[in-house]
C-alpha cells in the first residue's frame, strides 16, 4: 500500500452505537453537562467529542505527518503460528513503526493541530508508560507548540529514557505527583513518596491547562475523539486484508483506555453494522488481571481523573482512587474505560479477558522469539489472548484468520525484561478488597447516582 492510501475520513462509531451513549454528568448539577472540558479542548475537538457525523475529514496537515510512517505494515505472524503448530492464520497491525514507537501519535498530532489552529499556545497531558506523553511531545513539536507532560512517578522512575526523548522533542516533563499543582501538592504532603497514578497524573495537567488561558489539555485515550482519530488503523487493516482476500474471524487487542484497539476494531465493527461484513467477527479486548476494570469492575458513573475535575462518564470502573499495583504495562493502569466500551460490552458486542503479568511476558518472549519485534508490555497483553485462541483453534481444528493490533515497540522497556528474565515480576492478581472500598467510596460521595435515568 502506499501513501495515497492513507484514509483520508475518520470513522466515528456514535451513531452505530446499538443504544445511545449515556451523556456526562456535571456532578455540581446532578445533570448532564460536558463539565470543563469546553475550558480545555478547542471547538473541533468538543465537537468531534459528540459528532453525529459517522465520517469525519483528515485535514491535509495532519495527513502530510501521517505520511512520516503511514500506512503502517500488517504482518502475518508465520514464525508464531509455526511454533504454536495452529492452523490458524494470525495477523497483526504494527503501530511501533511511528516515530513515538506506538499509535499514540495517530491523536497526537491531530490534537496539536487543532489546538494550533484555534491560538493555543502550549499543551498539557499525562502520561503512564511515557508513550502518549511521547506522543504528545512529537505532535506538539510537529505544529510549534509547547508542551508539558506529568508523567506518573513509577514509571518515571522505571523509564528515564521515555523523559529523555520527550525532552529532546521539546517536552517539559515533570513526575507525577508534582509540586506544580495543586493537586500534586496536596498528595505529596500526604505521601512524599507517592507512586502515582493515571487518575493523579491526569488532575495535574487538567489544573495547568484550567489555570493557564495559552494552554489546553490533550488527552491519549477514553474520549470519543481520540477513539475515532485512531480509526486510521483500522481502516487500512481493512484494505490490507483484502489484498490477501482475507477477513479476520477474531479481532483482538489490550485495553488501557481503550484508544488502540477502538482504532483497529470499528471500522470492522461497521461493516458487521452496515451489512458488509463476509462474516461473524468477535472482538476480543484484553486487560490485566492488576487492573480488571472490565472483568472486574462496576459499570457506573464516576470521574476521568482521582481530582475529580473532569466530569463523571459511564464507564467500567474501579474507582477514581483506586491505585493499581505497578505492573509494567503503564498504560494499562487506569480504573476506568472509554464509556464507548461501556455500552458495547453491555450490548454483548464485546468481550473482555484479563492477564497477569507473569503469564504476558511468557507470551511477549515468545512472540520476540518467533517473530523478531520486541513488543511493548500493553501489547503484550493482546499476544497472550491470541495464543490462547490459536491454541483452542488447535485443539478443534477450526482455520480461524486471528487479526490483532501490536500497537507499539518495546525498546524502552528493558527494565521490564530484564525483571522478568531475573524472574523479578510478581503476577498481581484482582485487588479485591482495594476495588469494592474505591467503589464503596464513589457510592458514598454521589449517593444520588442511582437515581440518574442513564
Ligand atoms: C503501547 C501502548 N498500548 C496501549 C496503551 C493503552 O491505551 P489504549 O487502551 O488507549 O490504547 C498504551 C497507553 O499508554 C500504550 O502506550
Known amino acids: ?41 478547542p471547538k473541533e475537538i468538543l465537537a468531534q467529542e459528540f459528532s453525529k457525523e459517522r465520517w ?7 495527513r502530510n505527518v501521517y505520511r512520516l510512517w503511514r500506512p503502517t505494515p500488517l504482518y502475518r505472524a508465520v514464525g508464531l503460528e509455526k511454533a504454536l503448530k495452529t492452523p490458524a492464520k494470525i495477523y497483526y497491525k504494527y ?76 517536552a517539559e516533563v515533570h513526575a507525577s505527583p508534582s509540586a506544580n499543582t495543586e493537586a500534586g501538592r496536596k498528595i505529596l504532603a500526604e505521601n512524599p513518596g507517592h507512586p502515582g497514578s493515571l487518575g493523579i497524573a491526569i488532575s495535574e495537567a487538567v489544573e495547568d491547562a484550567l489555570t493557564h488561558e495559552e494552554t489546553n489539555y490533550g488527552i491519549g485515550s477514553v474520549f470519543n475523539h481520540v477513539l475515532l482519530h485512531q480509526t486510521v488503523v483500522g481502516q487500512e487493516a481493512q484494505k490490507q486484508l483484502e489484498l490477501v482476500d ?31 461484513a463476509p462474516k461473524d467477527v468477535k472482538f476480543l479486548a484484553i486487560e490485566p488481571t492488576a487492573c480488571p476494570s472490565i472483568t472486574k469492575g462496576e459499570y457506573m458513573y464516576d470521574h476521568g481523573d482521582t481530582a475529580r475535575l473532569t466530569p463523571l462518564f459511564k464507564m467500567y470502573t474501579l474507582g477514581h482512587d483506586f491505585i493499581p499495583p505497578p505492573i509494567h504495562a503503564g498504560g494499562l493502569r487506569y480504573h476506568g474505560k472509554a464509556p464507548t466500551l461501556g455500552v458495547l460490552t453491555q450490548e454483548k458486542q464485546l468481550e473482555t479477558r484479563a492477564y ?18 520486541i513488543p511493548a508490555p500493553e501489547p503484550s497483553h493482546a499476544i497472550k489472548g491470541v495464543i490462547d485462541e490459536a491454541l483452542r483453534c488447535k485443539e478443534t481444528g477450526e ?8 500497537c507499539g515497540h518495546g525498546h524502552f522497556d528493558m527494565q521490564a525484561y530484564d525483571d522478568y528474565l531475573r524472574g523479578k515480576l510478581p503476577p498481581y ?25 442513564y
Open 1 to 41: 500500500m502506499d501513501e495515497e492510501e492513507i484514509p483520508k475520513q475518520w470513522y466515528c462509531i456514535l451513531p452505530d452505537l446499538p443504544k445511545p451513549l449515556p451523556p456526562p454528568i456535571d456532578p455540581s448539577k446532578k445533570a448532564p453537562g460536558p463539565g470543563v472540558a469546553p475550558l480545555i479542548f
Open 56 to 62: 469525519i475529514n483528515i485535514p491535509e496537515e495532519v
Open 95 to 170: 503501530e511501533g513503526v511511528s516515530p513515538p514507537g506506538s499509535h499514540k501519535p495517530n491523536t497526537a498530532v491531530a490534537q496539536a493541530y487543532y489546538n494550533m489552529k484555534e491560538g493555543k499556545e502550549r499543551l498539557a497531558t499525562e502520561t503512564g508508560a511515557g508513550q502518549w506523553g511521547s506522543a504528545l511531545a512529537f505532535g506538539c513539536m510537529c505544529f510549534d507548540l509547547k508542551c508539558t507532560v506529568y508523567m506518573v512517578r513509577a514509571s518515571y522512575d522505571q523509564k528515564p529514557y521515555r523523559r529523555v526523548l520527550m525532552e529532546l522533542w521539546g
Open 246 to 276: 482475507d477477513y479476520p474471524d477474531v479481532i483482538i487487542g489490550c485495553i488501557g483506555g481503550g484508544s488502540s484497539f477502538s482504532g483497529l476494531f470499528w471500522p470492522f465493527y461497521y461493516d458487521k453494522v452496515s451489512g458488509k
Open 356 to 373: 497477569n503479568q507473569a503469564e504476558v511476558f511468557d507470551a511477549a518472549r515468545l512472540f520476540a522469539k518467533t517473530e523478531g519485534i
Open 399 to 406: 482455520e480461524k484468520v486471528i487479526l490483532f493490533l501490536l
Open 429 to 453: 492478581e484482582y485487588p479485591e478488597e482495594e476495588v469494592k472500598k474505591a467503589i464503596r467510596r464513589l457510592r458514598e460521595l454521589y449517593p444520588w447516582l442511582e437515581t440518574l435515568p
